[in-house]
Nanobody
Framework: QVQLVESGGGLVQPGGSLGLSCAAS????????MGWYRQAPGKQRELVAR???????NYVDSVKGRFTISRDNAKNTVSLQMNCLKPEDTAVYYC?????????WGQGTQVTVSS
């Protein structure tokens, strides 16, 4: 089993910045993909960004140029730096980890972008 604990999130004004962090613990394997998903009210959960253990990244088009995902393999952490936030970025953000065919989720953290 893998446990994912998220931190960060909160309320920010449009145009502002916010950072999320997620720490993995438990049965950790070196080959994995970690990422962030989000789910807004009434919408399906969507991939925001993900990063492989080798450092390759993918972003949903709507956040390209504004969000940056990074990881520290030694600490088993993944972070998401969110800049130029928009109201449509408001959602619950979930940390995700995939390893050995298994998928793990964090508990979710709320990000609200509002004036």
């Amino acid at each position: 089993q893998v446990q994912l604990v998220e931190s960060g999130g909160g309320l920010v004004q449009p145009g502002g910045s916010l950072g999320l962090s997620c720490a993995a613990s438990g049965e950790i394997f070196s080959i994995n993909v970690m990422g962030w998903y989000r789910q807004a009210p009434g919408k399906q959960r969507e991939l925001v960004a993900r990063i492989t253990s080798g450092g390759s990244t993918n972003y949903v088009d709507s956040v390209k140029g504004r969000f940056t995902i990074s990881r520290d393999n030694a600490k088993n952490t993944v972070s998401l730096q969110m800049n130029c936030l928009k109201p449509e970025d408001t959602a619950v953000y979930y940390c995700n980890r995939v390893q050995s065919g298994m998928t793990y989720w964090g508990q979710g953290t709320q990000v609200t972008v509002s004036s």
